[in-house]
């Protein structure tokens, strides 16, 4: 289980339906662990009440169909599925109209998805072609779990559990055919006040998680990417300056 583990860290996101649909068939005893640790590219279902796409994922599934956190209603109908109380529905109906703003403001649009449930333990985005039009294709699929437990009437321990998904191409006279993806999970713990409210809390832990992934990427994959492309191929600037001093010599 470990070594699966650590070949499906290094599996570009692309690639990971297929490597672990491998791995289930090869680990058939391990077929629950697999499932419930390893986070596949995200798909969306448009919810045809609201007009609205949501993101299909564990939190709101039920047997073969998905809840729409805009409607409520499963996709495809069932007739028993479960749904939150009539307290958490009022929040996360807050939530999702939340962080619909936070994916417009921080990603230029995509699909945001909030899932609230019993404490028994989600934020997801997705982004597809850059406004800006720098992408040929491109995703950025974050996934937040985050578990509240109540310490006392004042106070409540926060678990936040993320994981990104990254993967772009760029194919244009500039820059040429160019393809990076990768994934990443860390998890934060914080006890906070409750005074200002749990959406409050949750969304300043998510936001402080998603600046420190996006900073850990730019320095993993970007920096160490655009460190070894100028070293193999240096930007022509600095070969026209270095010529003249060659043929001097």
């Given at each position: ?7 499906m860290r ?6 990971s ?6 791995l289930l068939s090869l680990?058939p005893?391990?077929?629950?662990d697999?499932l419930?640790?390893?986070d596949q590219?995200?798909q969306?279902l448009c919810d045809v009440?609201s007009?609205k796409?949501?993101i299909?994922c564990?939190?709101n599934r039920?047997a ?11 996709h495809p109908p069932?007739?028993?599925?479960l ?6 529905r009022k929040l ?6 939340v962080?619909?703003?936070y ?10 998805s ?6 028994e333990?989600?934020d997801?985005?997705?982004t597809?072609?850059?406004?800006r039009?720098?992408?040929e294709?491109?995703s950025?699929?974050a ?6 437990v109540?310490l006392d ?5 926060y678990?936040l ?11 244009d006279e500039?820059?040429g ?5 990768g994934s ?10 409750v005074d200002e409210?749990?959406l ?9 998680m ?6 850990s990427?730019d320095q993993?994959y970007f920096?160490k990417t655009k460190e070894?492309?100028c ?9 026209q ?9």
């Amino acid at each position: 289980m470990e070594a699966a583990m650590g070949l499906m860290r290094r599996i570009p996101p692309k690639h990971s339906e297929a490597a672990l649909s491998a791995l289930l068939s090869l680990l058939p005893h391990h077929s629950a662990d697999l499932l419930s640790q390893v986070d596949q590219p995200l798909q969306v279902l448009c919810d045809v009440d609201s007009g609205k796409e949501f993101i299909l994922c564990e939190y709101n599934r039920d047997a073969d169909s998905y809840r729409s956190p805009w409607s409520n209603k499963y996709h495809p109908p069932l007739d028993d599925g479960l749904y939150p109380s009539q307290e958490l529905r009022k929040l996360e109906m807050e939530a999702n109209d939340v962080f619909t703003v936070y994916c417009d403001q921080y990603y230029e649009g995509g699909t945001s998805s909030v899932y609230i449930w019993e404490n028994e333990d989600e934020d997801g985005s997705r982004t597809a072609d850059g406004r800006r039009g720098y992408l040929e294709e491109g995703s950025w699929e974050a996934i937040h779990v985050i578990e509240v437990v109540p310490l006392d009437e004042a106070t409540a321990r926060y678990c936040l559990t993320s994981s990104v998904m990254l993967s772009l191409t760029t194919n244009d006279e500039s820059s040429g055919a160019f393809n990076l993806s990768g994934s990443i999970r860390r998890q934060m713990n914080m006890d906070i006040p409750v005074d200002e409210g749990h959406l409050c809390n949750m969304g300043r832990m998510v936001e402080e998680m998603e600046s420190k992934l996006r900073y850990s990427l730019d320095q993993v994959y970007f920096g160490k990417t655009k460190e070894m492309i100028c070293t193999l191929r240096p930007p022509s600037e600095l070969v026209q300056t270095s010529l003249p001093e060659q043929i001097n010599k």
